[in-house]
């Protein structure tokens, strides 16, 4: 397998989204959970990426779709099409697959996938975060990491026009 097959092959339709929750169920792993649009990368996602990753044995990432994105962002975003997004958020070592959802949260999914823990990054309360009464309630824990400082899309975006 050459590496874009590599990279392809952890982008999961939603219509191998069975398929794909049933091997994570047979083989006993430790699943993290996050979500986001990850639009224009960082390196504060990447540190969060890693950080959410050391704590299972397989990270799975839902990624809102570009219609979903628009809606929580704007209609000038997302920067970056799905397709893109989810390419480089697949190229990661540390993710094991990447879903695009449509939804404004991420709730059905997680409710699919079942996760052991999710994850959110470090401006949200436990009660705020959606699915984190279904994965508490399956036995799983919600895990928050803290933001590097100085680090965000809309930052970034922002000072491009500064030119």
Known sequence: MDFTDLIESKIISQDKLETF?????????????TNGCFDVLHYGHVNYLAKARNLGDKLV???NSDSSVKILKGESRPINNQVARATLMASFIFVDAVIIFDEETPENLIKTIS?????????????EIAGADFVIANGGYVEIIPFVEGYSSTNIIKNIGRD
């Open 115 to 127: 996760p052991d823990i999710l994850v959110k990054g470090g401006d949200y309360k436990v009660e």
């Open 61 to 63: 990432i839902g990624l």
């Open 21 to 33: 929750v049933e091997s994570l169920k047979n083989a006993n792993d430790k699943v993290v959970f």
